[in-house]
């Protein structure tokens, strides 16, 4: 009698072609009380687009740095790269309005 061979456990990070942890983000989600919103492969997602705007910045700021004769990336070549892409400059801006506009006081008992 022949055994079934058992297939072979991949996992989520290999089969995304990630490098971000997967497990901080999973914690994230369940801290916040997310997870209960949120499908299994959301961490994967998010995972993926942190992992694209990192690889795009280091990018820019590695060319920054090269444009400024110097091999090492430094946070001021981020800073630069953010401040010079319009679409950064608008994923990282400061929201200038509050979320809450006026902070409600404890009710007294």
Do not use: C, Y
Not at 11 to 19: A, F, K, N, V, W
Not at 77 to 88: E, F, I, M, W
């Amino acid at each position: 009698m022949e055994e079934k061979k058992r297939k072979e456990t991949i996992s989520r990070i290999t089969r995304g072609q990630l490098q971000f942890s997967l497990d901080r983000i999973e914690r994230f989600f369940r801290d916040g009380n997310f997870s209960q919103r949120l499908s299994a492969s959301a961490p994967v997602f998010l995972a993926g687009v942190l992992e694209f705007l990192t690889s795009n910045i280091l990018d820019l700021a590695g060319r920054e740095a090269h444009a400024n004769g110097t091999r090492l990336i430094t946070p001021e070549h981020v800073t630069q790269v953010v401040q010079n892409n319009d679409q950064l400059r608008e994923v990282f801006k400061e929201h200038e309005d509050p979320v809450v506009s006026e902070t409600p006081e404890p009710e007294k008992n």
